[in-house]
């Protein structure tokens, strides 16, 4: 599909973004603060527009993406549901849609917003999550390149209980060359490797996302090797870590929460500077 309008001006993407954030309240002021231009991993540059609902008392504010050489918006949180309910302005849902309606209205919002992604993504290959509590189906788009799915990149859509755009976000990275799919291991020899690796653990789980249900199952879920975030690279037959060779990084021993402390600290999201303490 053909671009949203082309190349944009700051003055283009301020008026992109007043269509967008319209708020139906006369108590609630929308204010864009900023549109500034800044570069993405890729190099691109993408238009960052700060806004904010002003309403008396208080104020919310939020920020949305857009790709200036195509006009399209490629970051996008709606918050004018949360702005209503403090002032006290319950916004109308009317009838609650269905799943399959849900989808084809995250369908139609992709095809309204990114056209110029699209070639890129399939539709969503899994059922989608839904949030009761904020009325939320949350859509997955997976990005596919020479009929294999790109893990990570993928267009994510939140469509409301009442079909409305409830957030979008797309992931796309410009790779000139993808590794080629012609001299990985037979899927028979990775299947013999995943069995032998196989292994098991016994977790409580709590289905769905409904913040009211108490109820949790006993699950089995299984587990390849002893590292939580191993896979099997597929040229080499060898189980790598998903962040790489971290044996460098320390590995700490807890009563109740080792897994969880290991895989923070092989992530490096944590720290630590003495493992034994």
């Given at each position: 599909?053909?671009?949203?309008?082309?190349?944009?001006?700051?003055?283009?993407?301020k008026?992109?973004?007043?269509?967008?954030?319209?708020?139906?309240?006369?108590?609630?002021?929308?204010?864009?603060?900023?549109v500034d231009?800044i570069?993405?991993q890729?190099?691109?540059?993408?238009?960052?527009?700060?806004?904010m609902y002003e309403?008396k008392n208080g104020?919310?504010?939020a920020?949305l993406?857009?790709?200036?050489?195509?006009?399209?918006?490629?970051q996008?949180?709606?918050?004018?549901?949360?702005?209503?309910?403090?002032?006290g302005?319950?916004?109308?849902?009317?009838?609650?849609?269905?799943?399959?309606?849900a989808?084809?209205?995250?369908?139609?919002?992709v095809?309204e917003?990114?056209?110029?992604?699209?070639?890129?993504?399939?539709k969503?290959?899994?059922e989608?999550?839904?949030?009761?509590?904020?009325?939320?189906?949350?859509?997955?788009f997976?990005?596919?390149v020479?009929?294999?799915?790109?893990s990570?990149?993928q267009?994510?859509v939140?469509?409301?209980?009442?079909?409305?755009?409830?957030?979008?976000?797309?992931?796309y990275?410009?790779?000139?060359?993808?590794?080629?799919?012609?001299?990985?291991?037979?899927?028979?020899?990775?299947?013999?490797?995943?069995?032998?690796?196989l292994?098991?653990k016994?977790?409580?789980e709590?289905?769905?996302?409904?913040?009211?249900e108490?109820?949790?199952?006993?699950?089995?879920?299984?587990?390849?090797?002893?590292?939580?975030?191993?896979?099997?690279?597929?040229?080499?037959g060898?189980?790598?870590?998903?962040?790489?060779?971290?044996?460098?990084?320390?590995?700490?021993?807890?009563?109740?929460?080792?897994?969880?402390?290991?895989?923070?600290?092989?992530?490096?999201?944590?720290?630590?500077?003495?493992?034994?303490?």
């Amino acid at each position: 599909l053909p671009v949203k309008t082309g190349k944009i001006s700051k003055d283009d993407a301020k008026k992109i973004a007043e269509k967008v954030l319209k708020i139906d309240s006369n108590k609630v002021k929308l204010i864009i603060n900023s549109v500034d231009e800044i570069e993405n991993q890729d190099g691109q540059p993408i238009l960052f527009v700060h806004y904010m609902y002003e309403f008396k008392n208080g104020g919310h504010g939020a920020s949305l993406e857009i790709n200036q050489n195509t006009g399209e918006i490629i970051q996008y949180y709606n918050i004018k549901n949360e702005v209503l309910a403090q002032i006290g302005q319950e916004s109308t849902n009317g009838k609650v849609i269905t799943q399959k309606e849900a989808l084809a209205n995250a369908i139609k919002y992709v095809k309204e917003s990114v056209p110029s992604y699209l070639h890129n993504y399939a539709k969503p290959l899994e059922e989608p999550q839904f949030y009761e509590e904020q009325g939320t189906y949350y859509f997955s788009f997976p990005r596919i390149v020479n009929n294999i799915l790109v893990s990570g990149d993928q267009i994510g859509v939140g469509i409301g209980s009442d079909g409305s755009l409830q957030s979008l976000n797309v992931n796309y990275q410009t790779i000139e060359e993808w590794p080629s799919a012609e001299k990985v291991i037979s899927k028979e020899k990775a299947k013999e490797l995943l069995i032998d690796a196989l292994s098991v653990k016994l977790q409580y789980e709590k289905q769905g996302n409904n913040a009211k249900e108490k109820h949790y199952n006993l699950v089995y879920v299984p587990t390849f090797t002893d590292d939580s975030l191993s896979s099997l690279d597929a040229k080499t037959g060898k189980w790598a870590s998903l962040y790489g060779n971290n044996t460098d990084l320390p590995v700490v021993t807890h009563p109740t929460a080792e897994a969880e402390l290991n895989y923070l600290i092989q992530a490096k999201i944590l720290e630590i500077a003495d493992s034994k303490t």
